[in-house]
């Protein structure tokens, strides 16, 4: 297994990748590394760069969406009732011969 690349030289890297235009595959292979390589160091750096701040949000929002689509849930379950409601009541109300 080779050798793990210096954590200066994959900052280096990313920080050349994102301040310039040039593709992942020519700045991969201007620093001699796979463009695999590359991205999975970009990946590992974006997961890093994450606040606790914007994690914060994250779980407040997702709390958000639960209770909403718990919300939604319900709202759909009463209108299903309220629907089969109606349409057992205009039977019943129907002339009989």
């Known amino acids: 297994m080779p050798k793990p690349f210096p954590k200066e030289f994959r900052e280096d890297v990313i920080r050349v990748y994102r301040d310039s235009d040039a593709s992942m595959a020519q700045v991969a292979k201007d620093f001699?590394?796979?463009?695999?390589?590359?991205?999975?160091?970009?990946?590992?750096?974006?997961r890093k760069s994450i606040t606790p701040q914007a994690a914060g949000r994250a779980a407040d929002e997702s709390e958000a969406l639960r209770e909403a689509n718990k919300r939604i849930k319900l709202l759909?379950?009463?209108n299903e009732v309220l629907r089969r409601a109606?349409?057992?009541?205009?039977?019943?109300?129907?002339?009989?011969?």
């Open 32 to 46: 001699g590394i796979s463009p695999s390589c590359l991205k999975r160091w970009l990946t590992i750096d974006d």
């Open 76 to 78: 759909e379950q009463e």
């Open 86 to 97: 109606a349409a057992y009541l205009s039977q019943a109300h129907l002339p009989g011969k």
